[in-house]
């Protein structure tokens, strides 16, 4: 099965450090792949996705096919960024879900 | 609000008991979606609308849960018989066609069983 993973439940950084949200995926032919955010007490909503290569609050994700992975970076974390984030991707065969990973809940500290 | 929204926010029953959850979609969104998502886990696919027509349904969606969206604009979900393991947040998102991937959720119901 075409799966996503989020290898890291749980990721702590300081605020104005880099960070980084681990997803690798498996997938056959053309992945598309976004990021959802759920901050607290607040719905879950999109971050960003791969085709359109925008940076949303700063962050960003490079497709890396080689390595199978769309890892979500941003060079300096503010208390802000503290949230669950989800990588996701489209169902199989063209199917309009989406499969979201376990997630990784970020926690940046003052 | 004109987001997504989701009725009751919380329900607690007995197990045995039948449970009926609502969604109201943005409302020029023809495409619905309802997720279930336990502790520590990503929100998992149940089933999806386009309008009235249920287009796909997950094959670990049993016949205890059925959805409904007569009139293409709000949707429901109805669990029968509900069981311990039923207890999840259900999210309810909604998205246009030519927008699929990006979908818009709402708050969730919180469902526990007893």
């Known amino acids: 099965a075409q799966r996503v993973t989020q290898p890291e439940k749980l990721l702590s950084v300081f605020k104005g450090a880099p960070v980084e949200l681990k997803c690798n995926y498996s997938?056959?032919?053309?992945?598309?792949l976004f990021w959802y955010v759920q901050y607290s007490r607040q719905r879950l909503q999109l971050l960003l996705r791969?085709?359109s290569r925008e940076s949303i609050k700063g962050f960003t994700a490079d497709l890396n096919k080689g390595e199978t992975s769309f890892h979500l970076k941003k060079p300096f974390a503010q208390e802000e960024d503290s949230a669950m984030y989800y990588c996701a991707r489209p169902g199989e065969g063209g199917s309009e879900k989406l499969v979201f990973g376990k997630g990784t809940k970020l926690t940046v500290n003052p | 609000d004109t987001g997504v929204s989701q009725d009751p926010r919380h329900k607690i029953t007995k197990r045995g008991q039948n449970v009926t959850f609502r969604c109201d979609p943005i409302s020029e969104h023809n495409r619905l979606y309802w997720y279930r998502q336990t502790l520590g886990q990503g929100p998992e696919f149940l089933t999806y609308f386009q309008n009235e027509a249920q287009l796909e349904k997950s094959r670990l969606l049993s016949d205890r849960f059925s959805a409904e969206r007569p009139k293409g604009s709000f949707s429901t979900l109805e669990i029968q018989r509900t069981e311990q393991g039923d207890s999840a947040m259900y999210l309810c998102?909604?998205?246009?066609?030519?927008?699929?991937?990006?979908?818009?959720f709402g708050p969730g119901t919180r469902l526990t069983v007893l």
């Open positions: 791969h085709i």
């Open positions: 997938y056959s032919g053309s992945p598309e």
């Open positions: 998102a909604s998205s246009l066609v030519l927008a699929y991937n990006e979908q818009f």
